[in-house]
């Protein structure tokens, strides 16, 4: 079964400061990787996308890794602002073409003044 | 406005009642889902849709029915609400550009079932 396991589940972090997601996954075969961004009461946004020969993505203060080896992903926040006060989804896509996505948990991060 | 949104936003409703859940969008994108969202799960998959009157179930389908006859609109309807289906419905749209299906998700509709 496409698995997709996100850590830690929640996090707090003082503003100004930096933090990483973490993202492992068994879907097989792979098509890409995204990430989301959902603010509370909202939908999910997607903050970047990468195929299995992207490394790294950035999409301003935030920067997604992708290891297709290891079945590994991060998504690393800099400089956070209160407004990064969210659930991260790592999501993955088992093919080309494949709109079904296998989603993970999600990982609630608070930023605090 | 442009984009693609869901009503209603909030819904109480009783075990057994029927229940339809509104998804409307202007893009004019060929793919169309609902997930529901659990606290401690993923999204979960409860139908798609290809185009209009194309239709296909997702992971959860069990105690939902969907229509789509005009591309725009794609409703969920609880057939006899239980319980178990109290959750968040999300509604997406896609629509597929350089071979990536980017998704983009309406607000929501916390649905209750008493």
């Known amino acids: 079964k496409n698995q997709v396991e996100q850590s830690p589940q929640s996090l707090i972090i003082l503003e100004g400061k930096n933090c990483t997601l973490q993202?492992?996954?068994?879907?097989?075969?792979?098509?890409?990787l995204r990430w989301y961004k959902q603010d509370t009461g909202r939908g999910p946004v997607s903050l970047t996308i990468m195929t299995f020969s992207e490394n790294t993505k950035s999409n301003g203060r935030y920067t997604a890794t992708l290891d297709a080896d290891t079945k590994q992903s991060s998504l690393h926040i800099t400089a956070s602002q209160l407004s990064d006060s969210a659930s991260y989804i790592c999501v993955v896509s088992s093919a080309p073409g494949d709109y079904k996505l296998s989603f993970g948990a999600g990982t609630t991060v608070t930023v605090r003044a | 406005d442009a984009g693609i949104t869901q009503s209603p936003r909030y819904k109480i409703t009783e075990t057994g009642r029927q229940v339809t859940l509104m998804c409307h969008q202007t893009?004019?994108?060929?793919?169309m889902f609902w997930y529901r969202q659990d606290l401690g799960h993923g999204l979960r998959l409860i139908y798609y849709?290809?185009?209009?009157?194309?239709?296909d179930k997702g992971e959860v389908p069990d105690g939902y029915v969907v229509s789509r006859s005009k591309t725009e609109n794609f409703p969920l309807t609880l057939e006899s609400a239980t319980r178990s289906q109290t959750s968040v419905y999300f509604c997406a749209s896609s629509e597929p550009t350089g071979g990536r299906y980017e998704q983009y998700f309406g607000p929501g509709t916390r649905l209750t079932v008493t």
């Open positions: 893009w004019s994108h060929s793919y």
């Open positions: 849709s290809a185009a209009a009157d194309i239709t």
């Open positions: 993202c492992n996954y068994t879907v097989s075969p792979f098509s890409n």
